[in-house]
């Protein structure tokens, strides 16, 4: 990963849609996602990280960083709890955010993108090439499910 004035590159050397071992390229512009690079400036100072370095590290239980990368299930686990987190701070009770945050993965976070994104009016297109889907049926997936919230044929159908 680096980041300059115009916003972050985050260089993929292994990724399930590159395992042909190319890897892939993923642009943030800075003005479309200021809070992340404000975080990620953060981290890139407390963490020491270089230019080249995996973003996503290991963090010892003394909360030293390890300078290996966070498996899928380490990420997973810190999307269930900020999940968790949001929800007992909108007032829900912690058994219940439990169990709501447990339907939420790692890939939640490509997904939420892709849902988001169509249901604000990002071209397919674009989707498709920041989710780095090969089909854009994998992509029309998501804007379907998005679809059917903001555009499910029954306004102005019903009283």
């Known amino acids: ?21 190319d890897g892939q390229r993923v642009i943030i512009p800075a003005a479309d996602a200021p809070l992340a690079m404000q975080w990620l400036d953060h981290w ?12 996503f590290s290991q963090v010892s239980r003394s909360d030293r960083v390890i300078h290996r990368p966070m498996s ?3 990420v997973t686990a810190v999307v269930r709890t900020l999940v968790h987190q949001f929800l007992l701070a909108g007032g829900m009770e912690s058994v219940a955010a439990w169990a709501a945050a447990s339907r939420y993965r790692s890939h939640s ?31 029309a997936g998501y804007v379907r499910l998005a679809q059917d919230w903001s555009k499910s044929g029954l306004k102005g159908l019903l009283p």
Do not use: F
């Open 1 to 21: 990963m680096t980041t300059s004035d115009r916003g972050i590159e985050v260089n993929l050397d292994r990724a399930k849609t590159a395992q042909d071992g």
């Open 44 to 55: 890139v100072r407390i963490a020491g990280r270089q230019p080249g370095w995996l973003v």
């Open 72 to 74: 899928p299930i380490a």
């Open 109 to 139: 976070l490509r997904a939420g993108y892709a849902t988001e994104a169509a249901d604000s009016g990002v071209a397919l297109s674009r989707i498709q090439d920041h989710c780095r889907h090969k089909s854009p049926l994998t992509t």
